[in-house]
C-alpha cells in the first residue's frame, strides 16, 4: 500500500482561501503552510524529502531554494545542532517568523492557520497517566477507564491476572453487549500461571467466570503460559484506543507500572494494531471455557492423527497376540503422555481405556 503525504482538510481549506485570495505562490505558500501547522524541525534536506510529497510541490532543489529563502527573510530560523555530527535544522516555532507570515494574509485566513495550528499541538496520540497504583489526579485511571468502556460502540479486548471482580465494570460489560459490542476477556490459568507468579490465595478468574459466562456477546478464554500474562492491566476498546501497563512483568507487578494511553481520532495507530496482534495471539491458543478441556488441548495441539495411529496399529496387528499386546503397550503409553501433558488427568483417563480394552480383548 502506497502512503502518499495529503493535506489535511484544515491546510486544504487554507490552500483554497489563498488560491482565492490571489497568494498562492506554489512552493513558498505550501512551504509556510506546512511548516505553520505541522511544526516541522529539520534539515533542508529532511524538509525538502518529506514535503515534495505534497501536493503543490514541483521539485526538491525548488523546495530547498523556497527554505533558504523563508530563512533570509525571517520567516523561518535555523540553528546548528551537534548530535556527533553539525547539522543545520530549519524550523518555524518561532513566532516572529510566524507573525510575519500572518501579517501578510487576510484576517480570516490567518484565523484558519491559526486554528490548524492549535489543533495539530493537540495530535499527540500518546498520554501518560501516572502511575497504576496511584490511579491518577482524582481517580481519573478508574472513572475513565469506566467511562471508555461505556463509550466502546464495537469491540473491547480485555486481558487480565489476578483481578477481582469490579461491579461497575462487569455491570458495564453486560450493559456494552446487550448494546452488541463484542467482548473478549482473557483469564489466566490459576494453577500454571498465577499460583507461578504470584502469592495469590484465590482463583478471581471464577468470579468474573460465574457473572459473565454465558451472556451473549461476552466470550471468555483461559491462558495456560506465563509470558502470555504479560499484557494484563490492558484494554483494547473499538480498535482505536489503548491502555497499556508498563512495567517489567517478570520482577513487579502491574500497579507498581506506568499507564499509558494511546489514541488518535482517525488514525489506526501502529501500537493499537500491536496490541491486537498480540492479544489475538495469546488468544487462538486460549482455551473457551464452554469447551472441554481434552477436547480443545486436542484440537489446539493436532493429536487427532496421533489418536488415529493408534487405533490403526491396535487393528492391524490384532491377529497376534503378542504382537498385538506389545503394540498396544506402546500405542497406549504413547497417548497417556500426550494427554498427560495436555491434560492433568490424563494419566487416569489413558489407564481406565487401557483396563476396558483389555477386558474386552480388543
Known amino acids: 500500500m502506497q502512503i502518499i503525504a495529503s493535506y489535511s482538510q484544515a491546510q486544504k481549506d487554507i490552500i483554497s482561501k489563498l488560491q482565492q485570495a490571489g497568494l498562492y505562490k506554489r512552493e513558498r505558500t505550501c512551504l509556510l503552510v506546512i511548516m505553520s501547522t505541522n511544526n516541522y524541525v529539520r534539515t533542508d534536506d529532511d524538509l525538502a524529502t518529506i514535503l515534495s510529497e505534497y501536493p503543490g510541490i514541483t521539485s526538491k532543489s525548488n523546495l530547498k531554494r523556497e527554505i533558504h529563502r523563508c530563512e533570509k527573510e525571517g520567516y523561518l530560523k535555523k540553528k546548528i545542532v551537534d548530535s556527533g555530527v553539525k547539522k543545520t535544522i530549519y524550523y518555524l516555532q518561532d513566532e516572529d517568523g510566524f507573525q510575519k507570515f500572518l501579517r501578510e494574509l487576510p484576517p480570516d485566513i490567518q484565523e484558519s492557520i491559526k486554528l490548524c495550528r492549535m489543533s495539530y499541538k493537540k495530535t499527540e496520540c500518546v498520554t501518560v497517566l501516572g502511575l497504576l497504583s496511584g490511579g491518577g489526579k482524582d481517580g481519573y485511571i478508574n472513572s475513565s477507564f469506566h467511562l471508555h468502556l461505556k463509550e466502546a460502540q464495537h469491540e473491547i479486548l480485555l486481558p487480565m491476572l489476578n483481578t477481582a471482580p469490579n461491579d461497575i465494570v462487569i455491570n458495564v460489560l453486560k450493559e456494552r453487549a446487550q448494546s452488541g459490542v463484542k467482548i473478549k476477556i482473557l483469564l489466566p490459568d490459576y494453577n500454571k500461571v498465577v499460583k507461578k507468579i504470584r502469592n495469590a490465595k484465590e482463583d478471581t478468574s471464577k468470579g468474573w467466570i460465574q457473572k459473565l459466562q454465558g451472556i451473549k456477546n461476552i466470550e471468555i478464554r483461559i491462558y495456560h503460559r506465563i509470558e502470555d500474562s504479560s499484557i494484563y492491566s490492558s484494554v483494547v476498546i473499538d480498535r ?123
Open 240 to 362: 482505536k484506543l489503548c491502555r497499556i501497563c508498563v512495567f517489567d512483568s517478570k520482577k513487579e507487578k502491574s500497579s507498581n507500572g506506568t499507564l499509558i494511553e494511546v489514541e488518535k481520532s482517525g488514525y489506526n495507530l501502529n501500537l493499537i494494531d500491536m496490541m491486537i496482534d498480540r492479544f489475538n495471539d495469546i488468544w487462538l491458543r486460549s482455551h473457551p471455557i464452554n469447551e472441554s478441556k481434552l477436547i480443545w488441548a486436542l484440537k489446539e495441539k493436532n493429536t487427532w492423527l496421533c489418536i488415529f495411529l493408534f487405533i490403526a496399529i491396535v487393528v492391524f496387528f490384532k491377529t497376534d497376540n503378542l504382537i498385538h499386546e506389545v503394540a498396544l503397550n506402546i500405542s497406549m503409553t504413547i497417548l497417556g503422555i500426550l494427554i498427560g501433558v495436555l491434560y492433568d488427568d490424563g494419566k487416569k483417563i489413558t489407564t481406565k481405556l487401557y483396563q476396558k480394552l483389555k477386558k474386552k480383548g480388543t
